[in-house]
């Protein structure tokens, strides 16, 4: 114990990253008292940690950034359609700079517990060094996609290369030119990152346990006349991602792909094909997005794409997806990955046919070879959404930790907060889609809900059991039918062995999340209790 930080602060908000910082804005201009802790040395988080070769948005990088400024929307030019990880880092230092929010934020202030104190109703946050703080309400921005995992093989330990996770890539580099080269994992964050160090390394080992359907992304540089049309049209832009179901700006065809002829859908596909990013489903007939038959056909017009563009049949093969159905898992978005596949020094292992027995000291071990190896990299995800939570110590009422309580899944209301936990919102629990603008009326809502405990002299919000178990029940029951919940990844926890299976996310879309919310709030904040 080294003492407390100041405050007590009306609000504590864990994270710096695209939630954290938009979180302190409002709240500030709010009139609230706001501290930051953030584990990063810097601000951004997804974007300062993923400093991987290759990193960067898969949704258009003039959809991704804050709605909340105008002056912000015309000052800054995203100079490209999918804005890399430098760039997008720089945009959320930019941000901090520009609304003087670095006062509000402790940097490389890891938090190990913050425990609800009943008597004076304050949340007491614990951070790594000692240093403590105390707020009355408490936001986590922790991300959904923050707790990187490495599988605990046998081994790593005595590994005598380097190596490391793409989530904590090092901010000095790594050095790849001319080594051999590992990489475990082919999810979106492996494609961007293999097809990136194909090009320096001296050999390079790609271990894959499921192909994926990886669809073309199309990056190009916005040209100004181009720039000048979308500061001219934000207003309808983030109109248009307000309307779709993950607020991307891509909208569904209405018909379904079984209704017109075979020669129309693939005119369909081929030209949604040649477009940039998530245009060839989004935008597709509605139902190449549902579980049936139209999925499938789908499924197959991405598998021949694949087989078109690797050279040895055998290999295309493996790379072909065949065990899940199109979009049940995220569809990375890949520039060059396939052709990777086509050079001499780049090998394919199948670690479903041969899985990892262990790491040696030269490599990886599978049940039928051993690879010898400089580096190894694991693009092997994260333990989402829960991850993050469960990493703190969270104590809630009567000593209750959060991780107990979701040791089968989350139970809360809308993701937002949990029985037991009252002033918490768990606001990475709670978005859906496209990420900055999920957050930025998630964040509005909270607010707006801290201002109401407090105008109406309450001190203390807390959901209530009847309807964290009415949304616990919604969320198994309507999340069962959706695609996202029929492949094993981390949208269910599956990624994670002994992880519970479960729908992470909403099921709804994000315009019925958003109206939901604003429903919850309209009848004086139902489902929860104001004391
Ligand atoms: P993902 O999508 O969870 O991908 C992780 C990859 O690592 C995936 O190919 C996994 O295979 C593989 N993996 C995980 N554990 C193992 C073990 N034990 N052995 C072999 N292979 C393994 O994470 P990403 O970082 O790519 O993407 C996360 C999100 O970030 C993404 O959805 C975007 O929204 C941005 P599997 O498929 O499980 O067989």
Not at 446 to 458: K, L, Q
């Amino acid at each position: 114990d080294r003492g407390e930080h100041g405050g007590p602060f009306d609000v504590i908000v864990i994270g710096a990253g695209v939630t954290g910082l938009y979180a302190l804005y409002r709240l500030r201009e709010l009139g609230l008292s706001v501290q930051s802790f953030e584990s990063g040395s810097g601000v951004g988080s997804t974007w300062y940690w993923n400093r991987y070769p290759g990193c960067r948005f898969d949704s258009e990088s003039y959809t991704y950034g804050y709605s909340f400024s105008e002056e912000l929307l015309q000052e800054w030019d995203w100079k490209e359609y999918y804005s890399g990880q430098p760039k997008n880092e720089r945009y959320l230092n930019y941000v901090a700079d520009k609304f003087d929010l670095r006062k509000h934020i402790q940097l490389n202030s890891h938090v190990n517990s913050i425990v609800f104190d009943e008597e004076d109703g304050l949340w007491q946050v614990n951070l790594q060094d000692g240093l403590q703080a105390r707020g009355q309400f408490l936001i986590t921005a922790v991300g959904s996609l923050s707790a990187y995992y490495v599988p605990d093989f046998e081994g790593l330990d005595r590994f005598q290369g380097d190596w490391c996770h793409t989530g904590r890539w090092p901010a000095e580099g790594m050095d790849l030119a001319g080594k051999r080269v590992g990489v475990i994992g082919t999810g979106a964050t492996g494609i961007q990152l293999i097809t990136e160090i194909a090009k320096e390394v001296g050999h390079l080992t790609v271990f894959q346990r499921t192909a994926n359907y990886a669809a073309p992304l199309r990056n190009g540089l916005i040209d100004p006349e181009t720039q000048r049309q979308i500061k001219a049209n934000y207003p309808d832009i983030f109109k248009r991602c307000d309307e779709t179901a993950g607020s991307f700006i891509h909208k569904f065809d209405p018909r379904s792909a079984l209704e017109v002829t075979p020669e129309e859908r693939l005119e369909q596909y081929e030209r949604l094909w040649a477009e940039p990013g998530f245009a060839k489903w989004l935008s597709n007939f509605y139902d190449v997005m549902i579980p049936g038959e139209a999925n499938e056909d789908y499924a197959e017009f991405v598998r021949n794409k694949i087989r078109e563009r690797v050279k040895d049949p055998v290999v295309a093969e493996k790379l072909v997806p065949k065990d899940h159905m199109f979009g049940s898992k995220r569809i990375p978005c890949e520039s060059g990955y396939y052709e990777v596949f086509n050079q001499d020094n780049v090998l394919l292992v199948d670690v479903r046919e041969a899985p990892i027995e262990c790491i040696t000291p030269k490599g990886v071990q599978t049940t039928d070879a051993e690879y010898e190896l400089d580096v190894l990299i694991f693009a092997t995800g994260y333990d989402a959404v829960t991850g993050p939570l469960n990493r703190i110590e969270i104590r809630g009422e009567g000593g209750e930790t959060l991780k107990d309580k979701f040791a089968n899944g989350p139970r809360t209301l809308m993701g937002i907060s949990s029985a037991g936990f009252p002033n918490l919102f768990t606001i990475n629990a709670a978005s859906v889609g496209n990420f900055v603008r999920a957050c930025e009326p998630l964040v509005d809502w909270v607010s707006e809900a801290i201002c109401y405990v407090r105008d109406n002299g309450y001190t203390r919000i807390a959901v209530t059991r009847e309807a964290e178990d009415g949304w616990t029940q919604h969320v198994s029951e309507a999340g069962a039918k959706i695609l996202r919940t029929q492949a094993n990844s981390w949208f269910v926890g599956a990624n994670i062995p002994g992880k519970a299976r479960v729908l992470l996310t909403s099921p709804d879309t994000a315009p019925v999340m958003r109206a939901k919310r604003a429903e919850v709030a309209a009848k004086g904040y139902e489902g929860f209790l104001l004391q």
